[in-house]
């Protein structure tokens, strides 16, 4: 093979894995925006453990930006919060019997997670460089809006109303976040 065979194979591969990128993304967006569900994340374990380690990598750089808790401590929570998740979730579905669905369920949830923390920081960046105050009205709509999200996600997988998938989602933010400080030692 040439070397101009090689370039052009070398800038194919990159072009192939940035249209893959985007289409991911563009799947992560359609759910976020209410318009797919979980059905439509491709099923792979690959893809879950690089949307999760991107989630835990953002959460991790907003909370210790925002915060004044440890490393460890901020870490801790963000890891206990999603396995805590993703054990619940895997027996919600195997109590409906669709547990062929948490690969696929768990990508999404953590990829519009991952979209959610990334709008959360543009804002905040945002509202920083106005000189504005707007955490707790940022923390509200984001609260609000991934409610929303992951009731979607929840009733899709679960095959449940969209109300019954809401409040789980509520209850699941509460319940994981609840456990994770527990864990940690925050009373």
Known sequence: MSANQ???????????KKNNMQAIFSIFWRITSLQDGPETVPANSNLLAAVALANILVSLGISLALGDKSFFNVAATIVINLAALSV????LLAMVGKSARLSQTLTAYFGCDLLLNIFVAIAISLAKLAGLDLLNNIAIIILVWSTAVFGFIFSRALEIHMILGSSLALVLLLLTFALSQVAVGNN
């Open 6 to 16: 090689q370039i052009c194979a070398t800038i194919s591969r990159t072009k192939t």
């Open 88 to 91: 619940i979730l895997a027996g």
